[in-house]
């Protein structure tokens, strides 16, 4: 058990509709990051907020956004759902920001989206 | 921005056997780190390696910064040893790259 949590395990929707995936970091660190894992794309970074405040934006979609709360968990919202969605989302924390110095990133259990 | 290619892209083993996998990197990394995606899919982490040697248990990886590759080594491999393997690096950001794994299967 990597100590990230994230809410729903399972996720089964619509084309069209809209979905929130939640993360909660482990204790004690700041930065939080989503990935997202497909069969045809892999493994790839959407976003990192670190103590509220973004950080860092990969490939993620116009229709996907994501924020951090001040009790620092984090919730990805991906909108206007399409098919090719259909992916594992993975959130991950890391006790800092910074680029230099310590920056282990711990992965949660994953939410599967299936899109329908 | 940074590549990561790993290899072999799949392996067969025999429980008992060893095996080494290689992880290179296009570019100096801040961070390196080995992980291991068991069949349901959770992503466990193995080693933070951006430099030098690491041992835990069965497992070591060594990564070479300045020649810019990383290896993991899995000795006596075992059943549970089975999933995918990957090499993820960061280097200005902090988003972590990923390799595109190495799928190991260990037959009894």
């Known amino acids: 058990d990597s100590g990230v949590t994230q809410t729903p395990k399972h996720l089964i929707t619509a084309t069209g509709q809209r979905v929130t995936l939640r993360c909660s970091p482990r204790?004690?660190?700041?930065?939080v990051y989503w990935y997202q894992q497909s069969l045809d794309q892999g493994l790839q970074f959407l976003i990192q907020y670190y103590n509220g405040e973004e950080r860092a934006k990969g490939n993620i979609l116009e229709r996907f956004s994501a924020q951090q709360f001040p009790d620092l968990h984090s919730e990805l919202n991906l909108s206007s759902l399409e098919l090719g969605d259909s992916a594992l989302y993975f959130c991950a924390s890391s006790v800092g920001g910074a680029v230099r110095g310590y920056n282990e990133q711990f992965f949660g259990p994953g939410t599967r989206l299936t899109v329908l | 921005g940074i590549q990561v290619e790993q290899s072999p892209p799949d392996l067969i083993l025999q429980e008992g056997a060893n095996s080494t996998l290689r992880c290179n990197f296009s570019?100096?990394?801040?961070?390196l780190q080995w992980f291991h995606q068991n069949p349901w899919g959770q992503l466990i982490n193995l080693f933070y390696?951006?430099?030098g040697t690491k041992q835990n248990g069965r497992l070591s990886a060594t990564t070479v910064a300045t020649e810019r590759y990383s290896l993991l080594y899995i000795s006596s491999s075992q059943t549970t040893d089975s999933g995918v393997y990957f090499c993820?690096?960061?280097?200005?950001?902090?988003?972590?790259?990923f390799g595109t794994g190495t799928l190991l299967a260990v037959q009894p």
């Open positions: 570019d100096s990394v801040n961070n």
């Open positions: 390696i951006p430099s």
């Open positions: 204790s004690g660190d700041l930065s």
């Open positions: 993820a690096s960061g280097g200005a950001t902090n988003k972590l790259i």
